[in-house]
């Protein structure tokens, strides 16, 4: 099954032509037969986050949101907070995950991450760090999977039609 994903890259310095882990995902993304349906790139500002945010989640074409970037700990990383004022429910095991994922290969420093994940008017909205080390890690250690239909004994793609259940 094609899942129909949105790709918004936080920060304050790249560009579309420097954007390494936004590249690497749309890679990973048409790798799967996925569907990237738009990508942009926005500064590390919560209220422009929250604005495409929020037009997103209310696309019908679109199942998913990634962002990377702006999940640090310094003053500018605000993407955690942003996505947490729309969202419906949070996924916290998707960032135990990651940070479990990532401390095989960076250690220690797997702490300073703040990757998380939510629900927000039925899409995932799941908030990768904005190393290429981290978004390879975020997409082959739990996307690839969780994106794919056939995966078992459960994935986040069977729970699509019932998402907007009251």
């Given amino acids: ?36 349906v738009d990508r942009k ?8 986050i929250k604005k495409i945010l929020s037009e997103w989640i209310k696309n019908n074409e679109l199942d998913v949101i990634i962002t990377t970037g ?3 700990l310094t003053g500018r990383d605000i993407t955690p907070e942003a996505i947490k004022e ?16 990532s401390y095989k290969t960076v250690g220690t420093s797997a702490m300073q991450s703040r ?19 981290g978004v390879t890690d975020a997409w082959e250690g739990i996307l690839k999977y969780q994106l794919d ?8 793609v069977e729970l699509f039609p019932r998402l907007k259940e009251k």
């Fill in 86 to 101: 729309i969202a419906d429910k949070e996924i916290p095991g998707f960032g135990e995950l990651f940070r479990e994922l």
């Fill in 115 to 133: 990757a998380c994940a939510v629900l927000a008017n039925g899409k995932y909205i799941f908030a990768l760090p904005g190393s290429s080390g």
């Fill in 1 to 36: 099954m094609q899942v129909n994903i949105a790709l918004l890259t936080v920060t304050d310095t790249r560009t579309i032509d420097t954007d390494k882990s936004g590249s690497i995902l749309v890679k990973k993304i048409k790798e799967q037969n996925h569907k990237l």
């Fill in 149 to 156: 239909i056939n995966h078992k004994p459960c994935n986040f």
């Fill in 41 to 48: 790139i926005v500064k590390d500002e919560k209220k422009e």
């Fill in 70 to 72: 702006g999940t640090g």
